[in-house]
């Protein structure tokens, strides 16, 4: 079967009842793109939560080194990983009870959109998260 993004509605509904959003990958280097949209995503008025085992703090938020470390509930896990890494973020997505799998531009693993929609979580793959929050999100 072929993976499809939800439609752009659906897509708008996710991200209006967005809670947290835990950035797996989330550099603290200002010029990465990592960076850049969770920064813009701060200042739209989402809740970031870094995923990054080598910072201690990025965009003035504590980061968690693994997605099961987070004490409190995550609605969207935002990846900023290579494909071949993603399988994993996925299996411990649907652990910590997550509600999206959210795989950004240019990741695609079907594999891993396989076992968070087996695990009941709805994915969207290829798709930068800032770029859609723009789109259907103008007055948040």
């Known amino acids: 079967m072929k993976f499809e993004n939800p439609s752009r509605e659906r897509i708008k509904a996710i991200l209006e009842d ?8 989330l550099s603290d280097n200002p010029e990465k793109t990592s960076h850049m949209v969770a920064a813009a995503l701060q200042a739209r008025g989402y809740r970031i939560i870094p995923v990054n085992p080598n910072a201690e703090t990025i965009l003035g938020e504590r980061a968690y080194k693994t997605l099961s470390d987070i004490p409190e509930p995550v609605h969207i896990v935002d990846v900023f990983r290579r494909p071949e890494f993603v399988e994993p973020i996925a299996e411990e997505a649907v652990k910590i009870g997550a509600k999206v799998f959210w795989l950004q531009t240019g990741i695609v693993n079907e594999q891993a959109a396989q076992i968070a929609a087996d695990g009941g979580l709805e994915v969207i793959m290829d798709r930068c998260i800032k770029v859609e929050d723009a789109v259907t999100q103008p007055k948040r």
Do not use: E, F, I
Request: charged share 0%; proline share 0%; aromatic share 0%.
């Open 18 to 25: 967005a809670g947290n959003v835990a950035v797996v990958g």
